[in-house]
């Protein structure tokens, strides 16, 4: 009868360090695991940050460009020219990837590139569109030049698409912004190739 109580002892004894080591591997494997969720949750969130960040900085720059096309909008309905009152898209057409040339209003083949493809769509499609171009420039030189050179980059656009791809001239109105409304500042060579540009607005 003693011994007997004896090994009842011995494995209770056993049983009660088996349950403690269980609760410490227990512990040690949940605190792992929290310490991972929250490394995850850390990650998850400066991924979060950034992209709101970087969305934040896309919104800025388009809200400047679609300035111009609302009032690109404004001014055909106020004139007529649209059939539904849409805004459908704006094509940019910027020096650094058209290369319009300091002082030149001339088209480059990468500009009538890019202007094939602009066309492409609306003459294929045959859609009742209309588009309004504009053109700017940077900050070298006076406003009244800017004005001019803007304007003739526009009507330089404006010939291409009707004399290659037969978009009606009553369907394409040119207005120049100058160096009124920049995508960014003037301080560098590369900033002023950004504004030197022509925006096609297409409305509907």
Known sequence: MRWKGMIVLTVGAGLLATGCASKNYVREEVGRET?????????????????????????????????????????????????????LYETVLSDDKVHFGFDKNNLSDEAKAALDGFATPITSQNENVYVEIQGHTDSVGTDTYNEELGLERAESVRRYLNMQHHIPLHRMAVISYGESAPVTDNKTRDNRSQNRRVVLVVLK
Do not use: F, N, P, Y
Not at 56 to 70: F, G, L, P
Not at 82 to 87: T, V
């Open 35 to 87: 310490a991972a969720v929250h490394t995850r949750v850390d990650t998850l969130q400066g991924q979060v940050e950034a992209t709101q960040t970087k969305v934040r900085e896309h919104d800025e720059k388009i809200a400047e460009v679609s300035r111009t096309a609302q009032e690109a909008l404004q001014r055909a309905q106020e004139a007529g020219k649209l059939a539904e009152g849409k805004l």
